[in-house]
Nanobody, 127 residues
Framework: QVQLVESGGGLVQTGSSLRLSCAIS??????AGWFREAPGQEREFVAS????????RYADSVKGRFTISRDRAKRTVFLQLNSLKPEDTAVYYC??????????????????????WGRGTQVTVSS
């Protein structure tokens, strides 16, 4: 049974930083991703990482501000959030799939391509 547990969310001011963590147990991690969901909006892709080589992908809205990484030994995925803006306010979810995709494949941006999800962690950015 695959379990994902996120941590690290909180209430911060504009321009601040946070580091989210996602501990994964069970299963096989081919690709891990972070998504976010704001009230009244659909869940949207934030970033993904291919487990075996660390290849990363980002949404345009976070490119240059957020960084996804992983610790293979601890099976933990991180999301470093810098220069936070009020529009980054959302519940952030970690997700994983045993599949890997070629660089440039848009599947990593599709939440339906992920098999297991965490419960989410709230990030609130005040102006």
């Amino acid at each position: 049974q695959v379990q994902l547990v996120e941590s690290g969310g909180g209430l911060v001011q504009t321009g601040s930083s946070l580091r989210l963590s996602c501990a994964i147990s069970g299963g096989t991690s081919g690709t891990a991703g972070w998504f976010r969901e704001a009230p009244g909006q659909e869940r949207e892709f934030v970033a993904s990482i291919r487990w075996f080589d660390g290849n990363t992908r980002y949404a345009d809205s976070v490119k240059g501000r957020f960084t996804i990484s992983r610790d293979r030994a601890k099976r933990t995925v991180f999301l470093q959030l810098n220069s936070l803006k009020p529009e980054d306010t959302a519940v952030y979810y970690c997700a994983v799939t045993p599949r890997t995709y070629n660089s440039g494949n848009s599947y990593v941006r599709d939440p339906l391509k992920y098999d297991n999800w965490g419960r989410g962690t709230q990030v609130t950015v005040s102006s």
